[in-house]
């Protein structure tokens, strides 16, 4: 039995037979005559080499061999239509689909409880698995290559000339020091050697922008001493404040946590590059109707909250 000789069409017809247990209400069913139907059951009875159906009175009774094909035959017919109708038509009221995105710790804090908000009332049925992946932008890519997530945040540095991977703008962001009200280098022009002389404090759990940040001090003739790294992004403000050590921070983030810490800028005497970084998936998704409404409403959520609370994309580094 080649199954690549089988017309697929045959499959709906034994199905409305099955379930009709009728030909002229199967023909109904498909919108077919009943010549066409009984053909079409002639030929798939040749395929198989079974009966299928023997009439018992009025009614299409089925053998042992259409009994067995019943069950497989309507699953994998519900499973090509309910795939092809999530392409055709994405409903986010009534669609139960899970979505897993990786985040790093600024969507955590500013993506996350905004868009879980959004989705109990408008979506319920949503389901998003948020992960907390870290390491270098390959790694980022390749977890979205495997389909172990289907959206990401990375600089558009990290994606250049990738055809295979979609990029979205979110947002730009410059870098600046930050240091704690009173640090010993406020007290005169900030020099490269007082710099290169420093203590930092970095995370390194994003190490595709840290490389941006170290790149931007060795075009300097300046080698950083970390004494301090952390996990996350979200701690460097207090031991900034409780320290001497100098933290890189995006220059939205510092105007926050001037607010919330004791932080100041502290001028260096070259210039940071900018960062723009947005989210990035598979370029076979692009279709994807779910993904892009996803997609769509998280980036309205994040410019607005940087319109209203600026607080940057670039981390702390």
């Known amino acids: 039995m080649n199954i690549q000789q089988l017309d697929l069409n045959l499959l709906l017809v034994f199905d409305a037979v099955y379930k009709e247990r009728s030909i002229s209400k199967a023909a109904a069913r498909l919108d077919l005559s009943q010549p066409a139907v009984s053909n079409a059951l002639k030929r798939l009875r040749q395929f198989t080499g079974d009966n299928l159906f023997f009439r018992a009175g009025n009614a299409m009774v089925p053998t042992r061999a259409a009994n067995a094909l019943a069950v497989p035959v309507a699953h994998a017919l519900r499973t090509v ?145 970390i004494t301090c790294f952390v996990p996350d992004t979200t701690t460097i403000p207090s031991i900034v404040e409780m320290t001497d050590l100098i933290g890189v921070i995006g220059q939205n983030s510092l105007a926050r946590h001037q607010r919330d810490h004791a932080l100041v800028k502290l001028p260096a005497p070259f210039t940071f590059p900018q960062i723009e970084a947005g989210f990035v998936w598979l370029r076979e998704a692009d279709d994807d109707q779910g993904l892009q409404w996803l997609r769509d409403k998280a980036a309205q959520i994040l410019q607005t909250a940087l319109a209203v609370h600026p607080q940057g994309a670039a981390p702390e580094n």
């Open 81 to 225: 239509e309910e795939s092809l109708s999530s392409l055709r038509a994405f409903d986010p009221a009534t669609s139960a689909r899970l979505f897993k995105l990786t985040i790093n710790d600024f969507l955590r804090v500013t993506l996350v409880p905004p868009l879980t908000n959004f989705l109990e009332r408008e979506a319920p049925g949503i389901k998003v698995e948020y992960q907390a992946r870290t390491g270098t932008a390959a790694a980022h890519l390749d977890a979205l290559r495997r389909r172990q997530t289907e959206m990401s945040m990375l600089p558009r540095s990290a994606v250049e000339g990738l055809e295979e991977i979609s990029y979205l703008p979110v947002t730009t962001d410059g870098l600046q020091l930050a240091v704690r009200a009173g640090h010993p280098l406020l007290a005169a022009p900030v020099t490269k050697a007082a710099l290169a002389g420093a203590r930092y404090v970095a995370t390194n759990n994003a190490p595709f922008v840290r490389a941006i940040v170290d790149g931007a001090f060795k075009a300097e003739g300046i080698e950083r001493n």
